[in-house]
Nanobody, 116 residues
Framework: QVQLVESGGGLVQPGGSLRLSCAAS????????MGWYRQAPGQQRELVAV???????NYADSVKGRFTISRDNAKNTVYLQMNSLKPEDTAVFYC??????????WGQGTQVTVSS
């Protein structure tokens, strides 16, 4: 089992920045990737950014150039630096860990609201 604890969400004005953190604990072996997803009201959960065990990254087109995913392996923590935030970025952001054997873990979610 893997436990995920997210932090860093909040209210920010358009154009502002936030950094989300996700601390993982438990059976941290055979990790394939760690990532961030988001779900806005009335919409499906969507991939925001992912970083593989080898350090490769992938981003949703809507956040490319504005968001950066990174990982501190020593702390088993993944970060999402979000710059130039827009109102359409408003959503609950979820941390995700994928392990071999089709194991998939989710955090509890953290609210990000972009509004003036």
């Amino acid at each position: 089992q893997v436990q995920l604890v997210e932090s860093g969400g909040g209210l920010v004005q358009p154009g502002g920045s936030l950094r989300l953190s996700c601390a993982a604990s438990g059976s941290m072996f055979a990790i394939i990737a760690m990532g961030w997803y988001r779900q806005a009201p009335g919409q499906q959960r969507e991939l925001v950014a992912v970083i593989t065990a080898g350090g490769l990254t992938n981003y949703a087109d809507s956040v490319k150039g504005r968001f950066t995913i990174s990982r501190d392996n020593a702390k088993n923590t993944v970060y999402l630096q979000m710059n130039s935030l827009k109102p359409e970025d408003t959503a609950v952001f979820y941390c995700n860990v994928k392990q071999t054997g089709n194991r998939n873990y989710w955090g509890q979610g953290t609210q990000v609201t972009v509004s003036s």
